[in-house]
């Protein structure tokens, strides 16, 4: 019961790239890059460990960022002529590549790395892949003209990546589908088709990770506008009870969430946010078992997994250490409170 884990990506140490950034340069290259991706790696599945958490990710080390991480392994995208393009409905500006041509996996984009982390944790682990309406709207279309095509067109090149993750030995794949709480009548419409897409044939389990953002400053901004609840989840949540897909991570701590929108996943494995992304202050386990309490009103205990709001990767590393501890602590905590 209360198994933990984490949405995904954790901060970079400062002798790997630069900190507290999401977008952040790489501090080396070539092969010594690549040994110290590596290296960043076997250290956040030790602190996961350590921490207690259940099941273990690569705390995404390998990749710059975690839809670009993807892309610069697909051909027919121009990673040489960037534009600027507004994002998530223009919440913020980026620096995006341009899809010029047809899209092929050039080879296998995250096999390194998930080997690595097969081999060095015995516990159940855990691989995130961009989803595809998110990928969609983080990169410049000059080819298909067609959100959509484009999407189904990613969602098929995911799905070669995901099988094969799942044959280096992962246990669950999980998608990340920010894109899903900013356009939520396309991502009930054809949003959740294509992440089924992406997940199609695989028979380890399979996630998608819905948030309001890293706890960044266009993010933070964006969230005072969206009124006193967000409602967002309730578009999207009755076509994900109703797909294929295993497991759906939302934000819960310290969001403006009505609790009660968990009860739309009935038949599907909640990932709670339990740990906030947007604040230094580290939870009490206290916090984060009354966190788990509130939640159990609406997801029955052996569906709730207790998680973090959204990645790490911008946080300072000592806070994001403090918060892993604080997260297996909490559910150690709600566990003892049910008599379990
Ligand atoms: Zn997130």
């Known amino acids: 019961m209360f198994s933990t884990t984490i949405a995904g990506s954790l901060p970079k140490p400062a002798w ?13 290259e070539g092969a010594d890059l690549a040994q110290a991706k590596l290296d960043a790696t076997l250290l956040w599945i ?20 975690f839809v670009h991480g993807f892309l610069e392994q697909v051909d027919g995208i121009d990673f ?13 500006k980026a620096m995006v590549p341009q899809v010029v041509a047809p899209l092929a996996l050039r080879g296998r984009v995250h096999g390194t790395e998930a080997r690595f982390l097969r081999a060095h944790t015995s516990r159940p682990i855990k691989f995130t892949l961009p989803g595809p309406m998110t990928i969609v709207d983080t990169v410049a279309d000059r080819f298909y003209g ?3 095509k484009m999407a189904f067109a990613f969602a098929e090149l995911l799905n070669e990546e995901a099988l094969a993750l799942q044959a280096d030995g992962v246990d669950i794949v999980q998608f990340d589908e920010p894109a899903f709480n900013v356009y939520m009548a396309e991502a009930a419409d054809w949003g959740v088709k294509a992440l089924e897409r992406a997940a199609q044939g695989l028979k380890c389990k399979t996630a998608v990770h819905i948030c309001y953002g890293y706890g960044i400053e266009a ?22 009870a109703a797909s294929s897909i295993d497991q759906v991570s939302l934000e819960c701590i310290h969001s403006r969430v009505p609790a ?61 250490e403090a918060k892993l501890k604080a997260l297996a602590a909490g559910a150690a905590l709600a566990r003892q409170r049910l008599g379990a």
Not at 46 to 65: F, P, T, W
Not at 80 to 92: F, H, L, P, W
Not at 221 to 226: D, G
Not at 268 to 274: H, Q, R, S, Y
């Open 146 to 148: 067609d959100r959509v």
């Open 260 to 320: 009660e929108l968990m009860a739309l996943l009935k038949g599907k494995d909640v990932m709670v946010g339990v740990i906030d992304v947007a604040s230094d202050t580290v939870e009490t386990p206290e916090e984060v078992a009354d966190t788990i309490g509130r939640a159990l009103q609406h997801v029955p205990r052996e569906r709730l997994i207790p998680c973090t709001n959204c990645g790490l990767a911008p946080m300072p590393r000592a806070v994001a």
């Open 16 to 28: 790997l790239a630069e900190t507290q950034k999401l977008w952040p340069k790489w501090k080396a």
């Open 80 to 92: 040489s002529n960037k534009v600027e393009m507004g994002i998530r409905n223009d919440r913020y």
């Open 46 to 65: 030790k602190m996961q460990e350590d921490a207690g958490l259940d099941v273990i990710g690569d705390g995404e080390q390998s990749r710059q960022h």
């Open 219 to 240: 993010n933070v901004q964006w969230k005072q506008t969206l009124g006193e609840q967000w409602r967002q989840y309730e578009q999207v949540f009755p076509a994900l």
